[in-house]
């Protein structure tokens, strides 16, 4: 199938300058569709079908530019360099010592500003075999099948960016698969070793984005572990086995007593926001997780071959207005992040977000559509 182009546009004059802005939208053999702009690389719909054969669009996001501007809840977005939180926004590599905006507390949270998810990217529509190419370029073994045109955006993230080190060089793949998969398949490579570890802060409810919160959509983690955390939302460096406990979802359960539970690492994020140990490795895509709706049926697969998967119930967007003039609640969305742990520089157990320098690094993740019988 093939891609739509349209110009995204409702800014007013005060706001600052940027080039043309475009919306992609790539639609799929069975009439399912998503949408995507070139700022912050942003996922601004995804339009699929329930046990009814109805579409709704079940990820939350905006009508117009401004909002997303106006908006520090990332929604839809590419987030990095580094997504997630660093400690007392600093870290050590080869000997020097780098220094990030203090964003969230005394820590640094998803780079800072100018990042991934606030920048204007570059935007090229590829054909089928051209997005094949640069799928395959990435020896990430998968068993997807690229259906149609994709679109590939690029941007270029200069050395000293929010303190990081490097000129990096970074672009994200969108594409469906004939399995009804949305694909993100992103690339790094930089001048000098730096971090790399992006993700997207797509928030989902697959009853529809408008249709409240997800407490009761059920969640199934392939993970036995999950990284614990202080009360800055930092990891501090111990594990917890999640089987019996309150943040086990080795089988489907829903959300909603999980996120509005009593414990002290809940309590201290308003809410789920917690990283999960995957069962994964970097050569290979496997599934990792599975969300469900019991009302409209829909479901959807997340595949990666990224180590974390970051749950976060959508804690802080109560009051929201989004697309169509709707008010997101608290819990309105979850976001189903596939990164690295969270402060990984700081812990040499934990996967490695470093880099080499001329060293391409790619990750994929697929977000795969269905209805459960």
């Known amino acids: 199938m093939g891609v739509d182009v349209f110009p995204f546009s409702g800014i007013k004059k005060n706001m600052p300058s940027h080039g043309e802005v475009f919306k992609y939208r790539l639609t799929h ?3 399912a569709f998503f949408s995507v702009i070139n700022y912050g690389a942003s996922i ?3 339009c699929v079908r329930d046990k009814e054969g109805e579409l709704a669009d079940v990820v939350l996001g905006f009508s117009c530019l401004e909002e997303y501007l106006n908006s520090s809840s990332c929604h839809g977005a590419v987030v990095g360099r580094n997504a997630n939180r660093i400690k007392s926004a600093s870290f050590s590599l080869n000997g020097i010592e780098y220094i990030l905006p203090k964003n969230d507390g005394p820590n640094n949270l998803h780079g800072g500003s100018p990042s991934f998810h606030n920048v204007f ?4 529509v590829l054909s089928c075999n051209e997005a094949k190419d640069y799928l395959a370029e990435s020896q990430i073994h998968t068993e997807y099948e690229i259906e149609g045109e994709a679109v590939l955006f690029s941007y270029c993230s200069p050395d000293g960016a929010c303190g990081f080190p490097g000129n990096l060089d970074a672009a994200v793949l969108y594409a469906w698969t004939t399995d009804l998969t949305l694909l993100i398949a992103y690339r790094g490579e930089s001048d000098a070793d730096t971090l790399f570890n992006p993700t997207n802060h797509a928030y989902f409810n697959l009853k529809g984005h408008d249709s409240g919160n997800i407490a009761w959509h059920h969640l199934w983690i392939d993970s036995g572990r999950i990284t614990n955390k202080d009360s800055e939302n930092i990891p501090d460096g111990t594990y917890s086995q999640v089987k019996g406990s ?4 080795s089988n489907p359960a829903a959300l909603g007593p999980t996120m509005r539970s009593s414990d002290p690492q809940i309590l201290s994020s308003l809410g789920l926001d917690q990283n999960y140990c995957l069962n994964t490795v970097h050569k290979k895509v496997s599934l990792a997780a599975r969300l469900s709706d019991p009302f409209s049926g829909r479901a959807m697969e ?11 119930t959508g804690n802080h967007i109560g009051g929201c207005c989004g697309k169509g003039g709707n008010e997101y609640i608290r819990f309105a969305g979850v976001c189903l992040e596939t990164q690295l742990y969270p402060d990984a520089i700081h812990h040499e157990d934990f996967p490695s977000p470093v880099i080499a320098a001329q060293k391409p690094c790619y990750y994929v993740t697929g977000y795969r559509y269905f209805v459960e019988s």
Do not use: R
């Not at 309150?246 to 979802?249: A, G, K, L, Q, Y």
């Open 44 to 46: 601004t719909s995804i």
């Open 29 to 31: 053999s069975s009439g």
């Open 302 to 312: 997340v595949s990666t071959n990224s180590p974390g998967l970051q749950v976060y």
């Open 246 to 249: 309150i943040f086990d979802f």
């Open 121 to 124: 990217w570059e935007g090229k």
